[in-house]
């Protein structure tokens, strides 16, 4: 079974859309960090947040907000007024045990169209 | 945020080639990963080391082999190159002790072997 399952494989929206992207995880830890990265068409992974298992409260960061939820084990994530430099693939991953090795979902490719 | 960089940025090869990718960290970070992915789709960890002359194989087998002689290098050796080897590969690298060992990636070698 996937430790980290990101449903929507593709999302389109218009400019200034607002888009939630969602995250559903896996694990039998108590200790756990959740991470979500972007992609843009360069390549290059770039980190946006981790979360601790203990810490519940939501985030918001500019246009970017992210819901923990550990009764139904979700780490979603909602750009606000989405804009064209949104696009990118975004990646939920999960860190667990004392290795703390990540792992990934496979992804979710956001597209904001002008 | 870590510094660290990949070279090649881009690689085209004919089969049967020997090729190194470079990854290097200036944040002293003792663990340092390699990825692989093809574009867009799930990362997947072939290689990674928790300090010098540390080296494990990830989860995704793969026919490179990595070495780390010094803190801030690790680089990734492919002996013989095939197409099947064309593929993204990411280098990351994460500081222990650190509660959630943030791992930080590099911009990545697009490798294509004809």
């Known amino acids: 079974a996937q430790k980290v399952t990101q449903a929507q494989t593709e999302i389109s929206v218009v400019e200034k859309e607002d888009v939630t992207l969602d995250c559903v995880y896996e694990?039998?830890?108590?200790?756990?960090?959740l991470f979500w990265y972007k992609q843009p068409p360069s390549g290059e992974l770039v980190f946006l947040i981790r979360r601790n298992s203990f810490d519940e409260q939501n985030e918001i960061s500019g246009r970017y907000s992210w819901n923990f939820q550990k009764s139904t084990s979700s780490f979603n994530f909602t750009i606000t007024a989405s804009q064209v430099v949104d696009s990118a693939v975004y990646f939920c991953a999960l860190s667990e045990g004392s290795a703390r090795q990540l792992t990934f979902g496979s992804g979710t490719q956001l597209t904001v169209l002008p | 945020e870590a510094d660290i960089y990949q070279t090649p940025r881009y690689l085209v090869i004919g089969t049967g080639k020997k090729i190194t990718l470079e990854c290097s960290q200036t944040?002293?970070?003792?663990?340092m990963y390699w990825y692989q992915q093809d574009p867009g789709m799930e990362l997947h960890l072939i290689h990674y080391?928790?300090?010098?002359?540390?080296?494990e194989k990830g989860d995704l087998s793969s026919e490179s082999t990595v070495s780390r002689i010094r803190t801030e290098h690790f680089p990734l050796t492919l002996e013989s190159a095939r197409p099947s080897h064309t593929s993204q590969y990411l280098c990351?690298?994460?500081?222990?002790?650190?509660?959630?060992?943030?791992?930080?990636f590099g911009p990545g070698t697009r490798l294509l072997v004809l």
């Open positions: 944040m002293g970070h003792d663990k």
């Open positions: 694990t039998r830890d108590t200790t756990y960090y």
């Open positions: 080391s928790y300090g010098v002359n540390s080296t």
């Open positions: 990351a690298s994460s500081e222990s002790g650190t509660q959630s060992e943030t791992q930080y």
